[in-house]
């Protein structure tokens, strides 16, 4: 299962699937956190709910259907579903910097930009690096920090060129079998980022993008459980 709080909406979303006699229905359950016994279920997807995000009243969700939609949570009816994608959607994430704008990461490695504007397909398709599903989206000015099965990637804009990026040096520390990726902006402006690594022990590694050498460094890595 994912989940996510909506602030605005003081609701916490979770998906679930709901099993009946004639299919089977892939939906998020809309739970009050002023009373958490009121309770709505919201269809969403026909398969598995890979990822959910908020922003505001928005909801994005996307699974391995193929789908990306967004869901008014004032209503809890969609505002628009996108099909263009010919893999299933893993990762899901608004963009901080255009309230428009939405990435889809995808089982192939593939990220996909759409504008809500643009209602049909998706503005723009990049794939740089591993072919590996993505299971984790960040975007911020510098580039998008990218978390897939077998790492982490941070695809590093062109300087004046939108939605043109290159790979940064991968630090072999970020290497290997990766479940989840944050990313932090710092009040200097500092990018942190948080990676959950697995290998003989789980690893929780902290890394910094050091901007003056174009890298990504670390600054703690902490083994947890086995």
């Known amino acids: ?62 699974s391995v259907d193929s789908t990306l939609r967004v869901t008014d949570l004032r209503t809890d009816n969609p505002v628009l579903t996108y099909k263009d994608s010919k893999a299933g959607i893993w ?3 608004w963009s901080p910097r255009d309230d428009n704008v939405c990435y889809a990461g995808l089982q192939t490695g593939q990220v996909m930009k759409y504008d809500l504007r643009t209602t049909s397909r998706a503005l723009n398709s990049f794939s740089l690096g591993r072919r590996q599903p993505i299971h984790s989206l960040r975007e911020c000015r510098e580039g998008i920090l990218v978390g897939k099965v077998g790492g982490v990637e941070f695809w590093k804009q062109q300087e004046n060129l939108d939605d043109e990026y290159y790979i940064l040096e991968e630090n072999v520390m970020l290497r290997g079998s990766c479940t989840s990726v944050d990313l932090l902006i710092g009040e200097d402006d500092s990018l942190i980022g948080l990676a959950a690594m697995r290998g003989e022990t789980a690893r929780c590694v902290l890394f910094e993008l050091n901007r003056n050498k174009n890298r990504l460094e670390i600054k703690r890595s902490l083994s947890g459980h086995q």
Do not use: G
């Open 91 to 93: 990762a899901c994430e």
């Open 1 to 62: 299962r994912v989940a996510v709080i909506a602030e605005r909406s003081r609701v916490l979303i979770v998906s679930q699937q709901i099993n009946n006699t004639s299919k089977k229905t892939h939906s998020v359950v809309k739970i009050s956190l002023n009373d958490t016994k009121h309770r709505k279920v919201i269809p969403v997807h026909t398969d598995c709910v890979r990822d959910v995000k908020v922003r505001d009243d928005m909801l994005l969700t996307c």
